[in-house]
């Protein structure tokens, strides 16, 4: 019996196929079952289905190929058709990053590609933050690096990190009155640093406008995080 | 003070009328059978702090007594920038009292002064930033020193991990912020605050869950919008409900503040009289609930207006005369004895448009509080409330829900089932793994009471 069960094992590798509990999957049933637990925001799913990938010896930039991109491009478009929530699309990108810190040991040698870099925050003063985690998440589901330097960043904290981190766009934040004019004291800073034209400069949150953007020297103005990151991209191109 | 019943049934639960109404300040009385415009206002960016506040003040009496108005309250919100300088605050109020006082010697109107502190802690420092906590509690002893008649506040403990929960409609973090850590700190802030207003004799007037419920409507945002699920927003209303009660079983007596929009849950089981505000703070931020809100209120808000000039008046002059307008209609139609076709009207007009609007009309409101009640502690309320909102919202035939909604909401049901079943052991055991992944959660801090 022990023989007999062995040689099945043997037979479903030779035919790409492994023993998956309570079926037996092949390879592609198992990039789709990565890519629709994706799908279906079930972190704990992807988690094994993607384990289970590797241990079967699949290659990883496979699954970041045709299980995460293509899951993300379904979310995308659940989401454009209003059958999903943009905090669904956040999960989404969040279970898509946790597979790929899966990968990573496995992609060693392998550069994984970064849209561009940004550097984030709530201006000082203003500890209203959800606005900026949103757009934050969604560079990130956007492939870009974000340094998030949180809420109440004084302007001085803008330029050193515009300086260390040598980042493509500055993002600010800011939900009241009495602090959106810390945008133009970190606009004001950044050109005293003369790093100002190394970096666009994108302002977001319920105070501002595009007209105040404009009057304090931003590159840009969103008006939502869907519009902010396409700015961000477009930048990027 | 717990709470243990229903104080007001779907048909008690109408504008104009509380079950304890409130006399206070210069000779004003609320809850007793009107509706009591409350104006708010901010200044403008830049200005001298203490003559806008004189300037606006004086603006708004002098509209006030131009259009008739016999009774109005006046609130003034805090932010970071008074509370920064010692005194100022104080210094504000009580320049804006003696306006007042002025006023209604002069004319005989009848003025009320609610004064909302900022939470301007940052409780990602160490012990919740004990200096900042403080600074808070001495603005209060300040205000009420110099004339604020009624207390009030935003507060935000828990507030730190709501965020990370709302944006990924994650209900068990939403539970352990709203049921858990916004309930001890709750607790905590309000024996203060109670015992600030106890002293100086005037009204511990309750907390908004704006942080919370407030934040939630802005995501969930129009009819076209779909950043959270409409019906999680509705959700979150329904528990923040259980959480701001714990204001009021410290010791605050109301008038509830104007932007706790829960208030007509709160109102249901405590009789307090409630500050609402609806239609008229569009200029503060847009809502899908202007008319259903106005059902149960006994002040009427604009929420905030910045003191900007327009073609009618500056902004707060402005604002206070279409409050005005608004509770002429509400009062006109108590007297004729018409309040009920009214109150009918106004809830007709929004309950079926959207989930937040459905949770707040006084029926649903009702049966809200009663699920609340039923509960012995916070936490079980905030799940109970919260499983109870789907279960209506899912039940109900005349509510057009889309598919997300509807999947949502299948979700959510499940999900706060499975949570009620052991509700302190589950939240116990997800704090420790919120604590890894949100950074400035620090639960022994909540704790340390």
């Known amino acids: 019996m022990r023989i007999r069960l062995s040689l099945i094992i043997e037979v479903c590798k030779n035919l790409n196929m492994v023993l998956a509990s309570p079926k037996i999957m092949d390879k592609q049933e198992i990039l789709n079952a990565i890519r629709d637990s994706l799908v279906n925001l079930d972190f704990d799913k992807s988690k094994e289905y993607t384990e289970k990938a590797l241990e079967v010896g699949i290659d990883p930039q496979e699954i970041i190929l045709k299980s995460v991109a293509e899951g993300m491009e379904i979310v995308g478009r659940k989401f454009e058709a209003s059958e999903y929530f943009l905090s669904e699309l956040i999960v989404a990108g969040e279970i898509g990053k946790e597979i790929t810190k899966i990968l990573e040991p496995k992609l060693k040698g392998v550069e994984v590609k970064k849209a561009g870099k940004v550097v984030i925050g709530t201006v000082r003063g203003d500890l209203h933050d959800i606005g900026k985690n949103i757009v934050a998440m969604m560079l990130e589901a956007s492939e870009f690096k974000v340094v998030d330097l949180g809420a109440d960043v004084a302007p001085e904290a803008f330029v050193d990190a515009v300086k260390r981190e040598r980042p493509n766009v500055v993002a600010m934040s800011a939900l009241l009155t009495v602090t959106m004019v810390e945008m133009k004291n970190v606009i004001d800073m950044l050109k005293a640093a003369n790093v100002r034209n190394a970096v666009k400069v994108i302002i977001g949150g319920a105070a501002v406008t595009d007209e105040y953007a404009k009057s304090i020297g931003a590159d840009g103005y969103g008006a939502n995080a869907v519009e902010g990151v396409r700015i961000c991209r477009q930048w990027i191109k | ?449």
């Open chain 2, 1 to 449: 003070m717990k709470f243990d019943s229903v104080k007001l049934g779907p048909d008690q639960l109408s504008f104009g009328f509380a079950s304890h109404p409130l006399r206070y300040g210069l000779n004003l009385e609320v809850g007793k059978g009107f509706v009591v415009p409350e104006i708010k206002y901010f200044p403008r960016v830049g200005r001298d702090l203490k003559e806008e506040y004189k300037a606006i003040t004086d603006g708004v009496l002098k509209r006030a007594v131009g259009l008739g108005v016999e009774r109005l309250q006046l609130e003034t919100e805090l932010t970071y920038v008074e509370m920064e300088v010692p005194g100022l605050a104080g210094e504000i109020v009580r320049l804006q009292k003696d306006l007042m006082e002025r006023y209604a010697q002069e004319y005989g109107v009848s003025l009320g002064f609610r004064v909302t502190v900022a939470d301007v802690r940052d409780f990602g420092k160490p012990k919740h930033d004990e200096q900042a906590f403080s600074k808070m509690l001495q603005t209060f002893e300040d205000v009420s020193s110099n004339g604020a008649d009624v207390l009030s506040i935003e507060s935000e403990g828990g507030k730190e991990l709501f965020n990370y929960a709302v944006i990924r409609q994650d209900l068990l973090g939403i539970v352990c912020s709203l049921g858990y850590l916004a309930a001890y700190d709750m607790k905590k802030l309000w024996k203060e605050i109670v015992h600030i207003a106890k002293n100086k004799n005037i009204l511990a007037g309750g907390d908004s869950a704006c942080a919370f419920g407030n934040t939630s409507m802005r995501l969930a945002g129009g009819l076209r919008d779909n950043v959270i699920a409409h019906s999680l927003a509705a959700i979150v209303r329904g528990m923040s409900a259980s959480r701001s009660l714990v204001a009021y079983e410290e010791g605050a007596v109301g008038p509830g503040k104007d932007c706790a929009y829960e208030n007509v849950i709160i109102k249901a089981i405590t009789g307090y009289p409630m500050s609402m505000e609806g239609k008229t703070s569009a200029c503060a931020h847009s809502s899908l609930v202007g008319n259903v809100i106005a059902a149960a209120c006994d002040l009427w808000s604009n929420e905030q207006v910045e003191n900007i000039k327009l073609f009618g008046g500056y902004g707060p002059e402005v604002f206070l005369e279409v409050l005005h307008y608004d509770t002429k209609i509400m009062n006109g139609a108590i007297k004729s004895g018409r309040s009920l076709l009214f109150r009918e009207i106004l809830i007709d007009s929004d309950k079926y448009l959207d989930p937040q609007a459905y949770v707040l009309s006084p029926e649903v409101a009702c049966l809200v509080a009663d699920t609340i009640v039923r509960e012995r502690d916070t936490l079980s309320r905030t799940i109970s409330a919260g499983a109870k909102v789907a279960n209506l919202l899912a039940d109900e035939k005349e509510l057009v829900l889309g598919k997300g909604e509807r999947r949502f909401l299948e979700a959510a049901r499940g999900r706060l089932d499975d949570i009620y079943g052991a509700p302190q052991r589950k939240v116990e055991e997800a704090l420790k793994e919120y604590e890894r992944k949100v950074e400035k959660l620090k639960v022994r801090d909540y704790l340390e009471v």
